[in-house]
């Protein structure tokens, strides 16, 4: 028994000493592993108990917790005692000069992309738009069959995808998003939505497999062609200036009746014709027309009580068209060169 004992009173004395030369709090841990870590001597006296008798135990055990007890106060003083010394040096030798010209930060610039894209849903917000968002990976019955674009209908061809399921498919165009919002929504109704659709076209100077569009649709009672000209109108002259004009030119889609495509006065030539107008002097922008009675009523929005007119912008052209980018190629190869043109 007093073997033990002598020896713990050894430890004890030999760690009151080593304790108060500890100068870093490094040599603080290294101490506590040594002493009272799983290998420490501490620990291995603990476990020579087995060997005393039930009397002996109990005394040991009590006089064992003890010194335990005290070493682990005694080092949690010293420990801040250290730290404290340590946060003085520290203070006395790493001085900051606060006259030092400060490390330029180096600013980002907005994407063009984005920009174009605020650009533009800023406009139909003056006129009382609100954004609308919907999923890039798409049910057929939204992109497609809902917009009277049945399986099968040969429109689809123009505006092969990425299929994911037979129903399921990256959206060829934010026109889904109209369906989804006329769906949530009694009229009336004034949304822009602007996103990124996916067609399988090859890249080239002007086409992208991922490209950005802008949807727009207005739902309400007595809702005219003339509300959408108007609408288009304003939004080419914000973003191109006031003298741009544009011309609707009539077309086809499913979802739209009477249809149309609209073009913009080239921003290049103003309308004189040039190479970016390819000599029209017109440049094609976007898709419209008024919201076919069909899909008003699929969506379960009456079409004797309630008109409606349609837009989607093409982002990529427009901002193309704004910033006198000549190769879609540009917006997404992210070289840093192109990109700081536009802070
Ligand atoms: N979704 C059509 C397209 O991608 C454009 C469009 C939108 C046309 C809304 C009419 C109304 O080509």
Redesign the pocket.
Known sequence: MSDLKNELLTIRKVFQNEVLSIRTSTEADSLRVKFLGKKGELTAVLRAMGSLTAEERPVIGQLANDIRTEMEDTLAMRLSQVRAMEKAEQLATQTIDVTLPAQPVSMGARHPLYKAIDEICEVFLGLGYVIAEGPEVEYDLYNFEKLRLPKGHPARDTQDTFYITENILLR????PVQVRVMEANKPPIKVVCPGKVYRSDALDSTHSPIFH?I?GLVVDKGVTMGDLVGSLQLFARKLFGENTKIRLRPHH?P??EP?CEVDLTCWSCGGKGCRVCKGEGWIEV????MVHPEVLAGCGIDPEIYSGF???IGVERTAMGRFGIDDIRNLYENDIRFLRQFK
């Open positions: 060829t165009q934010t026109s569009q949807e889609f979802f739209t249809s976007l898709g419209a027309g349609a837009f989607g």
